[in-house]
Nanobody
Framework: QVQLVESGGGLVQPGGSLRLSCATS????????MGWYRQAPGKQRELVAT???????NYADSVKGRFTISRDNAKNTVYLQMNSLKPEDTAVYYC????????WGQGTQVTVSS
């Protein structure tokens, strides 16, 4: 049974930081490309960042220079370090694992507000 469990979301002031984690089980983590996506109210889910099994990364233009995706294959976990957060970063953040199929976590809420 595949499980992806996100954590680390919460309420933060503009300019603040959060670190999201996504712990996985039931997949061969090191062979999967991992991703973070987000969905704001009334909007479609959008890509935030991805990291391949080899460690190559890709970011949405809106988060380049502020967010960093990383992975720890020993812990079967992917991270998203988010700095200089803005109100427009407010969304539910989802992690994904992709190889032959794509699996999703349940999401974690990030709210950026003063």
């Amino acid at each position: 049974q595949v499980q992806l469990v996100e954590s680390g979301g919460g309420l933060v002031q503009p300019g603040g930081s959060l670190r999201l984690s996504c712990a996985t089980s039931g997949v061969i983590f090191r062979l999967n490309a991992m991703g973070w996506y987000r969905q704001a109210p009334g909007k479609q889910r959008e890509l935030v960042a991805t990291i391949t099994s080899g460690g190559s990364t890709n970011y949405a233009d809106s988060v380049k220079g502020r967010f960093t995706i990383s992975r720890d294959n020993a812990k079967n976990t992917v991270y998203l370090q988010m700095n200089s957060l803005k109100p427009e970063d407010t969304a539910v953040y989802y992690c994904s694992a992709s190889r032959m199929s794509t699996y999703w976590g349940q999401g974690t809420q990030v709210t950026v507000s003063s």
